[in-house]
């Protein structure tokens, strides 16, 4: 199941278990908040009510941005100010949207169900794979370029259909 939640004036996009890192907020790290403006929640292509659903995080850390610096200048006035900002954020992971819970390992239990249903998907590809005739690779550029002949003594002109004359044809 995903939501999308706006907090400090930004949207984010999230899942039970994904770590994202948004602007301060208040609290230490291990204290459990809710996100309660919640904008968008469904699980694939189907939607579900916003209405009351809120979204739990854990905040794992109090951290900095990286440093952007402020310079000003102008011109033959002998005028320049330099600062330095480094933003406040909070990094956040979501522990559960409404009443569905983060699953401990969910990236392991995908591994090991893909496997399971390979061998299935690959006895029913195969027919499928033998019908389609098969296609001829294509040349690349490089390739076409090497294999050009190259112009001769007695070849015919590309500006004329005649054959260019050496110098001893012409004496």
Same mark, same amino acid.
């Given at each position: 199941?995903?939501a999308?939640v706006?907090?400090g004036g930004?949207?984010?996009?999230?899942?039970?278990g994904?770590?994202?890192?948004?602007?301060?907020?208040?609290?230490?790290?291990?204290?459990?908040?809710?996100?309660?403006?919640?904008l968008?929640?469904g699980?694939?292509?189907?939607?579900?009510?916003?209405d009351g659903?809120?979204v739990?995080?854990e905040?794992?850390?109090?951290a900095k941005g990286e440093?952007v610096?402020v310079?000003?200048?102008?011109?033959?006035?002998?005028?320049r100010?330099?600062?330095?900002?480094r933003q406040?954020?909070t990094?956040l992971?979501i522990?559960?949207i409404?009443?569905?819970?983060?699953? =401990? @390992?969910?990236?392991? %239990? /995908?591994k +090991?169900? $893909?496997p399971?249903?390979a *061998?299935?998907?690959a &006895?029913? #590809?195969?027919?499928?794979?033998a019908?389609a005739? =098969? @296609?001829?690779p294509? %040349? /690349?550029k +490089?390739? $076409?370029?090497a294999q050009? *002949?190259?112009?001769? &003594?007695g #070849?015919?002109?590309?500006?004329?259909d005649?054959?260019v004359?050496s110098?001893?044809?012409s004496?």
């Amino acid at each position: 199941m995903f939501a999308v939640v706006r907090t400090g004036g930004k949207q984010y996009r999230v899942a039970a278990g994904d770590k994202i890192v948004v602007e301060k907020l208040a609290g230490e790290a291990g204290d459990t908040i809710t996100l309660g403006d919640v904008l968008l929640a469904g699980e694939g292509s189907e939607l579900r009510a916003t209405d009351g659903l809120t979204v739990s995080a854990e905040i794992i850390a109090q951290a900095k941005g990286e440093k952007v610096i402020v310079f000003k200048k102008r011109r033959r006035h002998n005028y320049r100010r330099k600062k330095g900002h480094r933003q406040q954020h909070t990094i956040l992971r979501i522990v559960g949207i409404g009443d569905q819970k983060a699953a =401990a @390992k969910p990236k392991a %239990a /995908k591994k +090991a169900a $893909a496997p399971a249903e390979a *061998p299935a998907a690959a &006895e029913t #590809a195969a027919p499928v794979a033998a019908e389609a005739p =098969a @296609k001829k690779p294509r %040349a /690349k550029k +490089a390739d $076409a370029k090497a294999q050009a *002949p190259l112009k001769t &003594e007695g #070849a015919e002109s590309p500006m004329t259909d005649t054959p260019v004359a050496s110098k001893s044809d012409s004496e």
